[in-house]
């Protein structure tokens, strides 16, 4: 006869609300499955013989129940929850056991706490192995969220590193997500929460964690609601697949003494787990042991996350160009970035300061001839990774592959990673080192910051999945733009340096692509006096503080996605670390690369996804955080800023841990990021007021000018008197007031004074609010030049065997599956016979969306001869009928004279478009132009001239154009088809080890 089907149903609990009076209906507890301990009673529907044979289960639980655990009945005699520690103080004003009409007992626990994460109470059970059924809940009443349950789990196979006894671990469960309800807080799938805890240990104690035999000993909450009175109710706990009496030799949880009513007490009794602020922490969101420090240093990748001791690291690196180490500590880096010789007396320096090294491998430790090589020895202990150079060519990235296994087996460290900066075969060179190095330099170029994010995340799709990428951040203009500045009459000691701004912009920028870490570039140092670098060392050292206000999001956590506003300006960046989210708002505009918009609006909105229910938005400011209105909304949570500035972050989260570790670091580091907000805030003032000042001598601008010059003034001088009175947050709002109307000023002169007509590039001094007073003088006297006849041979493209003799050179970058070609045809004319087509296409049908890694096709100009301080005009015309795909950069047309930075970018033209460039000749004596097709499709050039014009010869008006400037469509390619076979410049074998890519 088959057994009958039956279950047993927990009567329906009721508990008293604090402060009320009577009973208020509890959560009905699980059916069929769960054991009760606590249950006064139980009903059994089944036939007789099935309610015989349960009540006898029933009593033998009870048997071996008695006498560990706890009973939940009128005769308890007191509190079965006891305080074992935590890294907080606290008192207890109430600890008491309830018992109301209809409703089995509950704790009542009223604590006052100070600041920190954790205070545990431990309820202590008979041991139990750990079984796939093993499941704990247990209701909990609290008036703050954020109450967590754990289990007390021992590990008897492993042994406590410091202590020689069992090793014991928490395995979390769920947390109180709303305040003043009762809540189930539940610990199940206990063995795969158990792994979890256990992977983490294994990287701190570096062996391996064996969970065989592992067993619960107790049940522990962490009633930590944050700091002042926090209130709790605890009803009884419920079990799930619990064994007791199946474990040889195992105890319960160590109970500690609960503190005397009155007095603040911090317990010892955490330290039994390994896992908990108590003992040795894991968590991304606390500071390293001095245990850990004191060990060997330990440097490893750990899938794209570094880790150094086990835990994961963000390396803030600066380009080392012989600053002292101490300034370099104070200004905030963890790492020194060296590209110079090995020096042994700098590597122990930089380990007295604290600093990590990345360091380049010169001729004495990595030869060239990848042979032989100087020992590594404990001096290069603190190097944290060795930086394989930059790769600009096919058999650069080919050798790359010896030298990374010939330093690998020079490393007595084999998990040290190797990083290097390919400009081409990402791939390969992904194979070879453990991170990829990437960035450009795309402020004050026509390549918009939104580009550059696409630009940043390519890279990764073009290497190793998986491969991490480290970025490499800007802080100084590219020195051929510096030079343009000041060949065309700029000066001043501001110039050699990337406004703040604009520096935050390309370092989240850098973290929106998934950097793992931030190498800030430098050609000068940062010990030098000058206005410019006394402005650098300020927004680094603003940008490391607050990179280090946010670390673990950074270096544990990753990017998720950007989330539009209501403000077509900005966006948000997402990142996700444990028990977080983090929005950091972004003013992105259009042409921020020059000259950044106000930053600045009344109110923005975003809807951010997947924030979980309970979770609550704070706005981070120095010295404190501010709740954030937001509700639930459809597609997420909904997050409405009342005053949006340059520097807003929103951190979303329920744990007490991550905002007690915000909190502290804002405590912390509140009063230097006020100064720090104010010296800038004092640059940027009497640099707009200057340049406004000039620029006003030719016209006003702005009517308002002067209103909002004396309301920043107002709003400074407010954020003084707060920072004097200790309300930095005050303080911090008032600066940032101040910025928004001299940022106004600044972008609305900009865009009143450069040309309407031209590209921004076309004239250098176009491209900063800082060189504008300069721009109208070098306009007025390129205005009045006698410009010379075109110095440029064979610009009108008519004859393929001419450009080759006079020096036209086209080069091609060999990729798999791309077909490129420059041919002189007569398709690509507009005016004469012949014009100059570049074609890139792929052979294969899927290439139309590819990702293009390096320029497939360019073609150099002969030189030109110039000599110094002459004024060069270089013109042209391109037609090109579809956009280039595969490359944000389309074409290129680089000129020697302004490199890479001043280049125009064409990615498609409506007709015939014509293009113009100034530049002014330095101590350079010729000046060459490249055409560089970065991607795939065809572009149409022709009538290319070259030119120049003494800064001395007598002033007249300019000759006129033979032919407008204005868009011509072209003729279609059918009508030239009897012009004759299409003539084709030959490519040149061997070029990419002669002639590197622009």
């Not at 330099?441 to 918009?448: A, H, R, T, V, Y």
């Not at 918009?597 to 951010?608: K, L, R, S, Y």
């Not at 938005?617 to 120095?622: D, I």
């Not at 709740?627 to 500035?645: H, K, M, Q, W, Y």
Request: glycine share 8%.
């Amino acid at each position: 006869m088959p057994w009958a089907r039956s279950r047993i149903i927990s009567q329906r609990l009721r508990f008293p609300r604090p402060g009320m009076m009577g009973d208020v209906p509890f959560l009905p507890t699980a059916p069929a499955t769960t054991n009760s301990h606590f249950a006064k009673r139980a009903t059994a529907r089944s036939d007789a013989s099935c309610r015989v044979i349960m009540l006898a289960v029933t009593c033998v639980f009870w048997v071996i129940g008695a006498g560990f655990l706890p009973k939940a009945d009128a005769q308890q005699a007191g509190p079965l929850w006891t305080f074992v520690g935590g890294d907080v103080r606290i008192r207890e004003v109430v600890h008491r056991v309830e018992t109301g009409t209809g409703s089995p007992p509950h704790e009542q626990l009223v604590i006052e706490a100070g600041t920190g994460t954790a205070a545990y109470y431990l309820c202590a059970v008979q041991p139990a192995p750990v079984i796939a059924e093993l499941r704990v809940r247990l209701p909990v009443w609290a008036d703050r969220p954020g109450i967590q349950v754990f289990l007390s789990v021992v590990l008897p196979r492993v042994r406590h590193p410091q202590t020689g006894m069992p090793l014991s671990l928490l395995v979390p469960g769920t947390q109180t997500r709303v305040a003043g309800q009762w809540e189930w807080l539940t610990v199940s799938d206990v063995p795969a929460g158990l792994e979890r805890e256990a992977r983490a240990i294994r990287l701190q104690i570096r062996r391996e964690v064996d969970l065989r035999e592992a067993y619960v000993n107790g049940v522990v909450l962490n009633v930590y609601g944050g700091p002042g009175r926090t209130q709790l109710l605890i009803g009884p706990v419920e079990w799930t697949g619990y064994l007791p009496g199946q474990v040889a030799g195992g105890n319960p949880a160590k109970l500690g003494p609960n503190p005397a009513a009155g007095d603040f007490t911090l317990g010892q009794g955490s330290r039994q787990w390994m896992n908990t602020v108590g003992g040795v922490t894991t968590a991304a969101w606390s500071e390293p042991s001095d245990d850990a420090a004191a060990q060997p240093p330990l440097v490893e990748m750990a899938g794209n996350v570094l880790r150094v001791q086990g835990r994961p690291f963000f390396p803030r690196a600066l380009e080392y160009q012989g600053e002292p180490l101490d300034l370099v500590k104070t200004l905030g880096f963890n790492t020194l970035w060296i590209r110079s010789a090995v020096n042994r007396d700098l590597l122990l320096e930089a380990r007295r300061q604290g600093l990590w090294v990345i360091l380049h491998p010169d001729e004495s430790l990595l030869p060239s001839g990848g042979v032989g090589g100087r020992t590594i020895g404990t001096d290069f202990d603190g190097v944290l990774a060795w930086d394989l150079g930059t790769q600009s060519s096919l058999w650069e990235v080919q050798a790359l592959q010896q030298r990374a296994e010939t330093l690998r087996g020079l490393d007595p460290s084999p998990t040290r990673p190797l990083i290097a900066e390919p400009l081409t075969d990402m791939l390969r060179a992904s194979r070879a080192v453990d991170a990829l190095l990437v960035g450009r330099g795309p402020c004050f170029s026509e390549m918009e910051f939104s580009d550059y994010i696409v630009w940043l995340r390519s890279r990764s799709l073009l290497a190793r999945p998986g491969t991490p990428i480290w970025v490499a951040v800007q802080t100084q203009p590219d020195p051929a733009v510096l030079q343009q500045w000041q060949q065309a009459g700029a000066s001043g000691e501001r110039l050699d340096c990337i406004p703040a701004d604009q520096v935050r912009l390309l370092t989240y920028l850098s973290l929106i692509a998934g950097a793992r870490a931030i190498l800030f570039r430098s050609h000068s140092s940062l010990a030098l006096a000058d206005d410019a670098t006394r402005q650098r060392r300020l927004s680094l050292e603003l940008m490391n503080r607050e990179l280090e206000w946010i670390e673990p999001f950074l270096a544990g956590g990753q990017f998720v996605a950007l989330v539009p506003s209501n403000v077509p300006e900005v966006v948000g960046a997402l990142f996700r670390a444990e028990r977080a989210r983090l929005l950091v708002p972004l003013w992105l505009g259009k042409h921020a690369q020059y000259v950044p918009g106000q930053a600045a609006v009344d109110e923005v909105t975003f809807v951010v996804p997947g924030v979980p229910e309970s979770s609550t938005a704070y706005l981070l400011l120095p010295g404190s955080l501010e709740p954030v209105n937001s509700d639930r909304v459809a597609g997420g949570t909904r997050i409405t800023l009342r005053e949006f500035g340059p520097t807003s972050l929103v951190v979303l989260t329920q744990d007490p841990v991550v905002l007690n570790y915000v909190m502290d670091r804002a405590r912390g580091a509140g009063p230097r990021i006020v100064q720090l907000e104010r010296e800038l805030a004092d640059f940027t003032f009497r640099n707009v007021k200057s340049v406004h000042d000039q620029l006003i001598r030719e016209g006003p601008f702005i009517p308002q000018a002067e209103a909002w010059f004396r309301l920043a003034s107002e709003e400074l001088a407010s954020a003084d008197r707060a920072a004097a009175a200790g309300d930095n947050a005050a303080a911090f709002r008032h600066i940032h007031r101040a910025l928004r109307p001299l940022l106004l000023i600044r972008r609305i002169d900009w865009e009143s004074v450069i040309p309407a007509r031209d590209p921004i590039v076309t004239w250098p001094l176009a491209t900063r609010f800082d060189t504008l007073p300069w721009l109208r003088r070098f306009q007025e006297q390129l205005n009045a030049a006698v410009w010379g006849d075109n110095r440029l041979p064979g610009g009108d493209f008519e004859s393929a065997e001419q450009l080759t003799a006079i020096g036209w050179e086209p080069f091609q970058h060999g990729m798999e599956g791309i077909a490129a070609s420059a041919e002189v045809t007569a398709s690509a004319a507009r005016s004469g016979r012949m014009g100059l087509l570049l074609s890139v296409r792929g052979t294969q049908p899927h290439m139309g969306q590819a990702l293009v890694e390096s320029p497939p096709l360019w073609v150099h100009s002969p030189p030109v001869s110039v000599r110094p301080g002459d004024w060069v005009q270089i013109e042209g015309w391109v037609f090109i009928p579809r956009p280039i795909t595969g490359s944000v950069d389309g074409l290129m047309i680089v000129d020697s004279l302004g490199g890479d930075t001043l280049a125009h970018r064409i990615s498609q033209t409506t007709g015939w478009r014509p293009f113009r460039m100034y530049r002014r000749v330095g101590e350079e004596s010729t000046v060459r132009i490249s055409f560089v097709l970065t991607g795939l499709g065809e572009v149409c050039i022709d009538d290319v001239a070259v030119r120049t014009v003494s800064a001395a010869s007598p002033q007249s008006p300019p000759p006129q154009s033979e032919t407008p400037l204005v868009p011509v469509v072209p003729p279609s390619r059918n009508e030239h088809s009897n012009s004759g076979p299409l003539a084709r410049l030959p490519f040149l074998n061997g070029w990419m080890g002669n002639s590197p890519a622009p």
